[in-house]
């Protein structure tokens, strides 16, 4: 299973490295639009290679993605915690409820008494 993974792997980094050859091309990107650099008196533009926009895309789609999941699965891990809080005083009352019933008995006829 471990030979797969790292198989995957290289056919994964593999593509990534062709693509990045195939789109080494130059291409100029502006940060403003025309209009909005003329008025503050701006032109902040950058030439970088093609396969750096395309790769910057799909990071800041993941990152945007798991943000997303991350916020849509609040409510999930709010029950969640509530559950294991709830469960945890569960717990400790029926340590205390154990506790109380067998309060005045000797110990080993509590413990046969719990085995049955």
Known sequence: MRYI???CIAIFGLALVLIALA????????VL????????????????????IMFGGVLAGLIIGFIWEWIR??????????QAR????????ITRLKGEKH???????VMLEEAS
Not at 23 to 30: C, I
Not at 33 to 52: H, I, Q, R
């Open 33 to 52: 639009p025309p209009e909005l650099a003329g008025f503050f008196a701006l032109t902040p533009s950058y030439t970088v290679p093609l396969f750096v």
């Open 5 to 7: 993974r790292y198989a």
């Open 73 to 82: 699965e609040a409510k999930e891990r709010a029950e969640a915690a509530r």
């Open 103 to 109: 309060k005045d008995k000797d110990e080993v006829l």
């Open 86 to 93: 709830e469960m945890a005083r569960l717990r400790a009352e």
């Open 23 to 30: 789109n080494r091309q130059t291409v100029e990107v502006d």
